[in-house]
Nanobody, 115 residues
Framework: QVQLVESGGGLVQAGGSLRLSCAAS????????MGWYRQAPGKQRELVAE???????NYADSVKGRFTIFRGNVKNTVFLQMTGLKPEDTAVYYC?????????WGQGTQVTVSS
């Protein structure tokens, strides 16, 4: 069974930075995309950033220029470098993998940005 384990969330002041990490384990023969989504209280889960197997990087308009997604040197890892954080970035961030195991989600990590 494939599992995604996230880390790196926490509490930060506005303007600060955080790096989220996600590592996938289990039987994975192919990956179409790995990415990050977030869900704020009372809102729907939304795409933050994704990295596709074709090398495409997609970002939500609200994070362009502030967040960077990149794949790690270790196989099946993905990171989200977040800078210039704003209070509206406060949410639970979920790692996502789309590929041979199907659509897999991590357990989520809380990011809280204080003003």
């Amino acid at each position: 069974q494939v599992q995604l384990v996230e880390s790196g969330g926490g509490l930060v002041q506005a303007g600060g930075s955080l790096r989220l990490s996600c590592a996938a384990s289990g039987s994975i023969s192919s990956i179409d995309a790995m990415g990050w989504y977030r869900q704020a209280p009372g809102k729907q889960r939304e795409l933050v950033a994704e990295s596709t197997s074709g090398g495409r990087l997609n970002y939500a308009d609200s994070v362009k220029g502030r967040f960077t997604i990149f794949r790690g040197n270790v196989k099946n890892t993905v990171f989200l470098q977040m800078t210039g954080l704003k209070p509206e970035d406060t949410a639970v961030y979920y790692c996502n993998l789309l590929g041979s195991p199907g659509n897999v989600w991590g357990q989520g990590t809380q990011v809280t940005v204080s003003s």
